[in-house]
């Protein structure tokens, strides 16, 4: 049989709309079926009003228009929580006629705990298309790929240029990825050297010296239990208090915009700077930059490649 190679890529999704029906379904889905309480339901569906809905599915479309056009393949998307599901995007790519898939989670950084959700939802899809479904290897670790690491380093560099020449001496750089219990991170010390070795190669190929930076953690859940430490509203008091006057966040886990940077950066990590009266910036984010594609292309080789 001819190979006709492809990519699936996976992220978490969204809600259909901004409506609270379509929010509640969603963190049900998220939760494992788990119902959310109603005041979490409510929170969460103002601040998607607030950032007018979230453009992750779009944006996770567009970069795979674009990984497609790079590489010669068909790219679909396939959403864990949301539509379009894995099992569509799996169904379009047997349909297309591709028979490899390489399936990447668009998150850099590898966690098993991660991983072992995406993987259970691939081999579901393959089992309901039976006969019909391609073969899929799920691609790994790409946290240190270099192109991935200039691109976030460049998106870094040009904050730091536009900002006010008066900021850029005193400003620090918050390099940020998603809290997780820490009793999940204590299962996963890999995983957070991985988060460390993207944060110090983002810095170093940025310039960046060490007294200018930090790593921290963003956007902690809803869950009951101790999150890892510190919340860039932990290191915020301390940069004002010796002196800092601005900060630029820098999140380094996530590839395109959508909640948890619209929301819990823009608004809420901007609100912490100001009330401790610190100017506030943001790295843009990737979304379908240049070289993150050609590091999803050099994934996607990869992953069939040593399959």
């Known amino acids: 049989m001819t190979e006709r190679r492809g990519v699936l890529l996976m992220t978490y999704g ?3 709309s901004l409506d609270r029906e379509d929010v509640r379904a969603y963190l049900a889905r998220v939760r494992s079926g788990r119902e959310p309480d109603p ?23 567009d970069q795979a228009a674009a990984l497609g056009a790079s590489l010669g393949w068909p ?16 169904k379009a790519l047997a349909a297309s006629g591709t028979n490899r898939v390489a399936a990447i989670i668009l998150s850099p950084q590898y966690s098993p705990i991660l991983m072992s959700g995406y993987a259970s939802a691939v081999e579901a899809a393959r ?27 460049d998106r870094v560099t040009e904050a730091i240029g536009n900002l006010p020449s008066d900021e850029r001496a005193a400003v620090t750089i918050l390099m940020t990825a998603h809290s997780l219990p820490r009793r999940v991170a ?21 310039g960046l010296s060490d007294g200018n930076w930090s790593f921290c953690w963003q956007s902690a859940g809803h869950e009951p239990g101790e999150w ?9 008091p301390e940069i004002a208090s010796g002196g800092g006057r601005s900060v630029l966040v820098a999140p380094i ?12 950066v823009d608004v809420g ?11 506030f910036h943001r790295i843009r984010s990737l979304n379908c930059n240049p070289g993150l594609i050609d590091a999803l292309a050099e994934v996607a080789r990869h992953t069939l490649t040593r399959a």
């Open 14 to 16: 969204s809600p259909a």
């Open 39 to 61: 005041e979490l339901v409510d929170e969460f569906t103002r601040r998607y009003a607030v950032i007018g809905g979230s453009p992750l599915i779009d944006i996770t479309r």
């Open 75 to 90: 790219v679909e998307v396939g959403m864990r929580f949301s539509e379009p599901s894995i099992l569509a995007g799996l």
């Open 127 to 153: 089992a309901e298309l039976g006969d019909a479904a391609p073969e899929v290897s799920l691609a790994g670790r790409w946290h240190d790929e270099p192109v991935f690491v200039a691109a976030l380093a």
């Open 186 to 206: 204590e299962q996963e010390p890999d995983y957070l050297d991985q988060l460390r070795t993207t944060a110090e190669a983002v810095a170093a190929e940025a």
């Open 228 to 236: 890892m430490k510190p919340d860039f509203a932990d290191l915020m």
């Open 253 to 264: 886990q996530f590839l395109a915009d959508h909640l948890e940077i619209l929301y819990d």
């Open 269 to 279: 990590a901007r609100e912490q700077a100001e009330l401790c009266g610190l100017a």
